[in-house]
């Protein structure tokens, strides 16, 4: 099982980023994917998951309105698209996979990437 993301880097407040979450190894399809972010110093927070029949369910309120989920289940890849950045939402971000139903919790999850760095400058 594998899950590697992408997209990450610096950007200004204000601005947008998409990452990329690429899975292999598993039936795709059949699993939830979630998006977490740590900052450093803070715990690990579910930012976004989106469910196998592609409802996403947010679990920041910091980011509804402003970040939206998407999957290609072709592709084997979910998407976090991110508008409006603020320097709050400098962080490390994951993705994470778990089967069947969503969840919000990082120990809900079975699979993880390696992360990739949000930098948000004011």
């Known amino acids: 099982v594998r899950l590697v993301e992408s997209g990450g880097g610096l950007v200004q407040a204000g601005g947008s980023l998409r990452l990329s979450c690429a899975a292999s190894g598993f039936t795709f399809d059949d699993y939830v994917i979630g998006w977490f972010r740590q900052a450093p110093g803070k715990e690990r927070e579910g930012v976004l998951c989106?469910?196998?029949?592609?409802?996403?369910?947010y679990y920041a309120d910091s980011v509804k309105g402003r970040f939206t989920i998407f999957r290609d289940n072709v592709k084997n890849t979910v998407y976090l698209q991110m508008n409006s950045l603020k320097p709050e939402d400098t962080a490390v971000y994951y993705c994470?996979?778990?089967?069947?139903?969503?969840?919000?919790?990082?120990?809900?999850?079975?699979?993880w990437g390696q992360g990739t760095q949000v930098t948000v400058s004011s």
């Open positions: 989106i469910s196998r029949s592609d409802g996403s369910t």
């Open positions: 994470a996979a778990r089967p069947r139903a969503v969840a919000g919790t990082a120990g809900e999850y079975d699979y």
